[in-house]
């Protein structure tokens, strides 16, 4: 009875999302903090004001949201920890650090949302991905891209790793200049957490195939990564992808965006309208709508979870861990002794979860997510005692 194409299936595990326990959940990089309570109340208004508007298809085209994501990454240049605000009330002002300062205003054409970012990358694979050469990727990042390469029957390349888990550029490079392929990666990376600097990027675009699309995941940018959206200035073939459900404690409302060229967006959107015209919800548009305009809240809770992040990488080294520079909301680690999933147990066993991987490779690694202060102490306190 099942299609033959089920065969190429191997889904996604997400980060497990129990019932039958409180749990601290550290394992799913899900921000700690809540949304503003001006995202509660334009959901509460919405319900509560416009019950009519459930009964009706949501805006197909998203067009104010669009156009107030384009607002929020044209006053923080993409990256909230280092964009520079006067307070942190959703009238406070922003500006991006001046390094980030974008060399052209983002408007909404340049804008496509979904439903997550996982259903946008899906758009991205089914709008540029053919069977007929491989798509290049690191050997560890985000696990969903070889799923759709799967899905859609895209067959792929990953390379592995430098010696200190940061990506190897120059063969995905060659890789990729040999079978005229696009590029994908998540940056900062997942699940190590390293990022690349912008320049390391324009470089990699200079010399990666024009004729083909060349994607970056953007969605722990937000941390401590510098976006990418400035090299849209020079290069067509860029596909930039990130999320509402980090930086912006949204992962329930479940919201993605691509950034991109005018004319690459409309091709997404054809793939969209020909799947499903309305993948974003009256009560999620309400909701992100109302999370970008108060952008100073959740660039002060990026800079606390950033520094947050620090103060935990330091503790774990002084008791003997090895901690990747993490440029994003979850540390990657291991210490030498102890396999990923007994650590993972221990801490569960204490009531916090966090995530290990059994990929040979990484199977000695635990990813944590970074949670508020008073989270961590309670997992320093157990992690003291491994
Ligand atoms: C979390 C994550 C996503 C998925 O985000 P959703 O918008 O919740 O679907 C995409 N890419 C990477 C690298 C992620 O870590």
Redo the contacts with the bound molecule.
């Keep these: 009875m099942l299609a033959k194409r089920l065969q190429n299936l191997h889904p996604y595990v997400p980060g497990e999302q129990p019932n039958d326990r409180e749990y601290i959940k550290l394992n799913a ?1 899900e921000n700690p903090y809540s949304p503003h309570q001006s995202v509660s109340q334009a959901v509460q208004d919405a319900a509560v004001n416009l019950p009519q508007k459930m009964g009706l298809y949501p805006d197909p085209d998203v067009t104010q949201l669009r156009e107030e994501i384009a607002a929020m990454l044209n006053k923080t240049g993409g990256s909230f920890w280092s964009a520079e605000c006067s307070g942190s009330e959703p009238e406070s002002d922003c500006k991006p650090a001046p390094q980030n300062k974008l060399p052209f205003t983002v408007t909404s054409d340049m804008i496509l949302c979904g439903n ?4 946008v ?1 899906s758009f991205v694979f089914y709008t540029f991905f053919d069977s007929d050469r491989p798509l290049i990727m690191p050997q560890f990042t ?1 696990s ?1 891209y070889p799923v759709y390469c799967g899905y859609y029957d895209i067959p792929m390349k990953q390379i592995a790793l430098n010696a200190d888990w940061s990506l190897d550029t120059e063969t995905m490079l060659t890789e990729a200049n040999k079978t005229d392929s696009s590029i994908i990666f ?1 940056n900062p990376n ?1 699940p190590t957490g390293i990022a690349l600097s912008r320049e390391a990027v324009r470089k990699m675009l200079q010399r990666a195939p024009k004729d083909r699309v060349f994607i970056v ?1 953007e ?2 940018c937000d941390f401590g990564g510098e976006s990418c959206i400035p090299l849209l200035a020079e290069f067509d073939n860029l596909v930039i ?1 990130r ?4 930086s912006l404690s949204l ?1 329930g409302m ?3 965006y691509i950034v991109s060229s005018p004319d690459l967006v409309k091709a997404v959107f054809q793939v969209k309208n020909s799947f499903n015209h309305f993948p974003v919800d009256f009560i999620a548009q309400t909701a992100a709508k109302a999370s970008c305009k108060a952008t100073p809240y959740y660039v002060q809770n990026a800079k606390q979870i950033a520094q947050e992040r620090d103060i935990f990488t330091a503790f774990l080294r002084e008791h003997g861990w090895f901690v990747i520079d993490s440029a994003t909301n979850f540390v990657f680690a291991k210490k030498k002794g102890l396999a990923g999933r007994d650590v993972y147990e221990a801490v569960k066993k204490q009531g916090i979860l966090i995530r290990h991987f059994a990929t040979p490779g990484i199977e000695d690694f635990v990813r944590i997510t970074i949670g508020t202060p008073q989270q961590m102490a309670q997992l320093k306190t157990i992690m003291e005692a491994l």
């Design positions: 990089n997550g970012s996982d259903e990358l985000y969903f998540a997942a995941d969605a722990y992808v999320t509402f459900s980090k992962a479940r919201l993605g």
